[in-house]
């Protein structure tokens, strides 16, 4: 788990004295470790002053908030985490020295934006197969109504868009197994991908049609769910800064 305070750190002897607060963290009251980012040098502006430190989540000084309710997500929790005045013995700190935390962070980030996509198509994958079995079985005027041209159109855009997210997604994913880290790819993937499966459960609660807005399906559950991919792990507005500073230099 990343914890980003915003408050400075201070060392004391053989230990660190860590304050701040953070939103959002995953299942954190589950958690047996957290990664945390933390200022250790103050002097210093931007990231050359973050520090990354593993800390027993049973140390005093932690607390978990409480259980936010969420939109979709029901399978885990994000409460806050907020450190006060916690002491964390200097061999907790990752790496030789201070102020070089950021960057196995920002490969983690990588990764778990790779993972997002992939999930995304995994999703898209099954509301397709969902939204094919509804049509199937849903009968109009005597017919399937997977018979019907506006129906097909939702499901063959649906299909196309996923194949396209699929093949950005694995292109960047063998990059990286290289060694290589693709972050205009990888960015490019968890937009593309996060975008495309929200629009694939909206096209699939509308093939379902009032029976898609009742709230005992599947269909009704991936279109909450899905709605998250687009915000954490960097928002599709981050996503997109990110590529275009890339691109825009490289021509």
């Known amino acids: 788990m990343l914890y980003r305070s915003k408050h400075l750190q201070k060392k004391d002897g053989e230990e ?84 070089e935390g950021l960057k196995p962070a920002l490969r983690g980030i990588n990764h778990a934006r790779l993972h997002v996509a992939g999930t995304c198509v995994g999703q898209a994958k099954r509301l397709i197969k969902e939204s094919i079995l509804f049509a199937n079985n849903r009968i109009q005027f005597n017919k399937p109504i997977s018979q019907m041209a506006s129906v097909q159109n939702l499901i063959s855009d649906s299909y196309s868009e996923m194949l396209a997210a699929e093949a950005l997604t694995l292109s960047a994913a063998k990059k990286f197994d290289k060694g290589i880290i693709p972050e205009t790819e990888i960015s490019s993937a968890k937009y593309y991908a996060s975008e495309m499966v929200s629009k694939v459960a909206d096209r699939s609660l509308q093939i379902m049609g009032g029976a898609g807005y009742l709230e005992d399906n599947v269909i009704t559950r991936f279109y909450r769910d899905t709605r998250l991919f687009r915000l954490y792990e960097g928002t599709s507005q981050i996503q997109q800064r990110n590529i275009a500073r890339k691109i825009i230099k490289e021509i």
């Open 16 to 99: 660190y004295i860590i304050n701040g607060t953070k939103k959002y963290i995953t299942n954190a009251p589950y958690a047996d470790v957290f990664l945390v980012m933390a200022k250790t040098n103050p002097d210093i502006d931007g990231s050359k002053g973050i520090s990354s430190f593993l800390v027993d989540s049973n140390l005093s000084g932690i607390e978990i908030g409480e259980t936010p309710k969420m939109l979709g997500q029901k399978g885990s929790v994000s409460p806050e985490v907020y450190f006060k005045n916690c002491r964390v013995n200097k061999d907790a700190l990752l790496g030789e020295k201070e102020g």
